[in-house]
């Protein structure tokens, strides 16, 4: 079937495009915003983290059984992991100050380009190294409580974790896409 396009939508799609026109100080303002972006959005990651990290501790701290100390440790072990990872591929760059328009363009694409693939890698450096937690933690509870309706609970709570992976995961992915948006932008104007 034969999709009819609208008269006004067809003039707007043909007509030329133009390559966009910045200057330095544009980009400047853009990459400025958007290192302001990148820096709070690690503050709450980092204070997220940090939160997290202490609550593994305290658990980490009174619980009775082995297998429950392991799993906090492997918590707060990832909460570390995140932090260091993120502070070395996700921290802000600042643009310089006095460079021309063309370097300023292409540092600020680079930059943009760095933060799409820290987002594009969730799995591999923020998502992954919670994993071991749960997983001890599943089997430790499965080991625990030997009852099927225990388990039941254990499974909805597993399903809930794999769900808000998945949200996360589509979070990063939504992100990396509005920055090729703006990598794609860039590159019109070079």
Known sequence: MMEVQNPVQKIWQDQPVEGIKMSAEIIHQRAERFERRIIWRNVREYAASLIAAALFGYFFVTAHDVLSRVTF???????????????????????????????????????????????RNVWSWYLAPLVPGFVVYTIGYAIKFQRPAAWAGLALMDAIVAGLFVVVWKMNMRAAQCLQRMIDELNAAE
């Open 73 to 119: 440790g492997l918590f707060i072990g990832a909460m570390l992991w995140i932090v260091v990872q993120l502070h070395r591929k996700g921290s802000a760059t600042s643009l310089p100050s006095g460079v021309d328009t063309l370097t300023s363009l292409r540092l600020y694409r680079g930059e943009l380009e760095r933060q799409r693939a820290v987002v």
